[in-house]
């Protein structure tokens, strides 16, 4: 009896000191170090999880924003965040401070998918290789037999066409336009597009939409913050790991197909050009097969979503402001005309169309928190101290809603970029972020959105389905992407 009675004591006993022990662990294992950014109440083990609402992320930190300044701390489980806010410590953090945040963080979900090669997630000397010879490469196709240019509007051609077939009736954009987008993309890598009814290509589209939005799901949050808990767990983190496999299987398809009728005199596209890097590179170490696959992945990844989900933006607020809309269409119609297709040359005589652009850039705000970085050294910011290993946050909302940059913030309105009627641009206008690290797509991006807008606003008013109305409510996902909504495409 008292045997037994000792035995149990001895067990509480044990569990109490495993208890304070693992307590003692994690605090000391997290603490931040003196000097760090101010940072709220954590709880053991699971930092500032408890923050964070899934369903709209930007909600409890907002409150954080309020309480703590420009600058601030959280620890999701053994990782530090800083978050920055205002064009003041932005531009600190990623142009004057540049070079010590110019590295991605090891994000465990990250790393399984795009590893550290490629594009978006690779640091030091692979990165700056990959990033020029692409850099490079697309610019090149400016000047090659089909220009980018032309790429996009023979693709601006065939979007007019199948929202045509639609006669004016309510129809979700969403495919069709992510379609167009990634088509766009896939002629530049792979010299191929696909017809919006090829169920393959829809299944692979949908395959990337899905794997961008489960980002954002609580299982994909644990999963970065316990991933040797989590690999054992089903959940959202489980279908990203299983959708990239198959996105890896397509584009080694075009790999191999490419390297079958492979001719060195001759590139016709990005995988073209790739391949003759690897057969120039005598180390094998920075361009090899694994890289372009990773390279091309990311391409797509990083153009379609993003460029996809601003394109709906546009048609939504052209929809929800049809005196904008109008304005839009006349301009286009004196300007262009509706003889022949729009050109990137028209952009500098069409201001308002260019401002309007611009606005729903801003107001979409698809990347609102920038793409993480990672202090590659130690560093100090604004007087605190960022160790080596923290991930920087970048509040890129910040300054595309700052009141004192904007006349109305919260409001579409296209006269935020006009001057005297002419386009103008604002320093804080920052949705490709800044930098050495900023967007590399931009100038594709930017050809992109004019042309598909344009043209599409050449032949058609956007409506509101009869007895409906549209809401401007969104998503998060790897870009923040309006709600699925159903518009009418009226043939002017
Ligand atoms: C409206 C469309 C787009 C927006 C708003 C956008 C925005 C961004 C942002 C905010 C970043 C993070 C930059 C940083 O860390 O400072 C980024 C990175 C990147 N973007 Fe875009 N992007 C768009 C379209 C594209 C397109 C069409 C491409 C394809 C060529 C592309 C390729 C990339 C790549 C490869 C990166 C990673 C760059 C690196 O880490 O060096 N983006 N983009
Ligand atoms: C980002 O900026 C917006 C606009 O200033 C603000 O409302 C929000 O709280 C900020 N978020 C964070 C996490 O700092
Ligand atoms: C941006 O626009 C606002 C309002 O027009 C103006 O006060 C501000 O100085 C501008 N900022 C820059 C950097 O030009």
């Given at each position: 009896?008292?045997?037994?009675?000792?035995?149990?004591?001895?067990?509480q006993?044990?569990?109490?000191?495993?208890?304070?022990?693992?307590?003692?662990?994690?605090?000391?294992?997290?603490?931040?170090?003196?000097?760090?950014?101010?940072?709220?109440?954590?709880?053991?083990?699971?930092?500032?999880?408890?923050?964070?609402?899934?369903?709209?992320?930007?909600?409890?930190?907002?409150?954080?924003?309020?309480?703590?300044?420009?600058?601030?701390?959280?620890?999701?489980?053994?990782?530090?965040?800083?978050?920055?806010?205002?064009?003041?410590?932005?531009?600190?953090?990623?142009?004057?401070?540049?070079?010590?945040?110019?590295?991605?963080?090891?994000?465990?979900?990250?790393?399984?998918?795009?590893?550290?090669?490629?594009?978006?997630?690779?640091?030091?000397?692979?990165?700056?290789?990959?990033?020029?010879?692409?850099?490079?490469?697309?610019?090149?196709?400016?000047?090659?037999?089909?220009?980018?240019?032309?790429?996009?509007?023979?693709?601006?051609?065939?979007?007019?066409?199948?929202?045509?077939?639609?006669?004016?009736?309510?129809f979700?954009?969403?495919?069709?336009?992510?379609?167009?987008?990634?088509?766009?993309?896939?002629?530049?890598?792979?010299?191929?597009?696909?017809?919006?009814?090829?169920?393959?290509?829809?299944?692979?589209?949908?395959?990337?939409?899905?794997?961008?939005?489960?980002?954002?799901?609580?299982?994909?949050?644990?999963?970065?913050n316990?991933?040797?808990?989590?690999k054992?767990?089903?959940?959202?983190?489980?279908?990203?790991?299983?959708?990239?496999?198959l996105?890896?299987?397509?584009?080694?398809?075009?790999?191999?197909?490419?390297?079958?009728?492979?001719?060195?005199?001759?590139?016709?596209d990005?995988?073209?050009?790739?391949?003759?890097?690897?057969?120039?590179?005598?180390?094998?170490?920075?361009?090899?097969?694994?890289?372009?696959?990773?390279?091309?992945?990311?391409?797509?990844?990083?153009?379609?979503?993003?460029?996809?989900?601003?394109?709906?933006?546009?048609?939504?607020?052209?929809?929800?402001?049809?005196?904008?809309?109008?304005?839009?269409?006349?301009?286009?119609?004196?300007?262009?005309?509706?003889?022949?297709?729009?050109?990137?040359?028209?952009?500098?005589?069409?201001?308002?169309?260019?401002?309007?652009?611009?606005?729903?850039?801003?107001?979409?705000?698809?990347?609102p928190?920038?793409?993480?970085?990672?202090?590659?050294?130690?560093?100090?910011?604004?007087?605190?101290y960022?160790?080596?290993?923290?991930?920087?946050?970048?509040?890129?909302?910040?300054?595309?809603?700052?009141?004192?940059e904007?006349?109305?913030?919260?409001?579409?309105?296209?006269?935020?970029?006009?001057?005297d009627?002419?386009?103008?641009?604002?320093?804080?206008?920052?949705?490709?972020?800044?930098?050495?690290?900023?967007?590399?797509?931009?100038?594709?991006?930017?050809?992109?959105?004019?042309?598909?807008f344009?043209?599409?606003?050449?032949?058609?008013?956007?409506?509101?389905?009869?007895?409906?109305?549209?809401?401007?409510r969104?998503?998060?996902?790897?870009?923040?992407?309006?709600?699925?909504?159903?518009?009418?495409?009226?043939?002017?």
């Amino acid at each position: 009896m008292l045997h037994f009675l000792w035995d149990s004591i001895s067990l509480q006993t044990f569990l109490i000191f495993l208890v304070v022990f693992l307590l003692i662990a994690d605090y000391m294992k997290n603490r931040n170090p003196k000097n760090f950014p101010p940072t709220p109440f954590r709880l053991p083990f699971l930092g500032h999880l408890y923050l964070i609402d899934f369903k709209d992320p930007t909600v409890a930190v907002e409150k954080l924003n309020k309480k703590y300044g420009d600058i601030f701390g959280m620890n999701m489980g053994s990782m530090k965040i800083v978050i920055v806010n205002g064009m003041r410590l932005v531009k600190e953090v990623l142009i004057n401070q540049g070079d010590k945040f110019l590295d991605r963080p090891d994000f465990p979900l990250d790393e399984e998918i795009f590893s550290k090669i490629g594009l978006i997630a690779s640091n030091g000397h692979l990165w700056k290789a990959q990033r020029r010879f692409t850099l490079t490469t697309l610019r090149n196709f400016g000047l090659g037999k089909r220009s980018v240019e032309e790429r996009i509007q023979e693709e601006c051609r065939y979007l007019g066409d199948v929202f045509r077939d639609e006669q004016g009736n309510p129809f979700n954009p969403q495919l069709k336009v992510t379609n167009a987008v990634s088509n766009v993309i896939c002629s530049l890598i792979f010299g191929n597009r696909f017809e919006y009814h090829d169920e393959n290509f829809q299944r692979l589209l949908k395959l990337m939409y899905e794997t961008a939005a489960l980002h954002g799901a609580i299982t994909s949050q644990l999963y970065n913050n316990f991933p040797s808990v989590m690999k054992y767990l089903p959940g959202a983190h489980q279908t990203i790991f299983k959708n990239w496999r198959l996105l890896k299987s397509f584009m080694q398809e075009q790999i191999n197909k490419h390297k079958e009728d492979w001719n060195p005199s001759e590139s016709r596209d990005y995988i073209d050009s790739y391949l003759l890097e690897i057969s120039k590179d005598h180390d094998r170490d920075t361009f090899r097969e694994e890289h372009l696959m990773a390279c091309t992945l990311d391409l797509m990844f990083a153009g379609t979503e993003t460029t996809s989900s601003t394109l709906r933006w546009a048609l939504l607020f052209m929809a929800i402001h049809p005196e904008i809309q109008a304005r839009v269409q006349a301009e286009i119609d004196a300007v262009i005309g509706q003889a022949r297709p729009p050109a990137l040359e028209d952009r500098n005589k069409l201001h308002y169309t260019n401002a309007v652009i611009h606005e729903v850039q801003r107001k979409g705000n698809v990347i609102p928190f920038n793409a993480p970085r990672m202090a590659a050294e130690d560093a100090y910011v604004d007087g605190y101290y960022i160790p080596k290993g923290t991930v920087i946050m970048a509040n890129l909302t910040s300054l595309l809603f700052d009141k004192n940059e904007w006349k109305t913030p919260e409001t579409f309105n296209p006269e935020h970029f006009l001057k005297d009627g002419k386009f103008w641009k604002n320093e804080t206008f920052t949705p490709f972020s800044m930098g050495k690290r900023a967007c590399l797509g931009e100038m594709l991006a930017r050809a992109e959105l004019f042309l598909f807008f344009t043209s599409l606003l050449q032949k058609f008013t956007f409506q509101a389905p009869p007895g409906t109305t549209l809401s401007l409510r969104s998503m998060p996902g790897i870009a923040v992407a309006p709600l699925p909504f159903k518009i009418c495409a009226v043939l002017r």
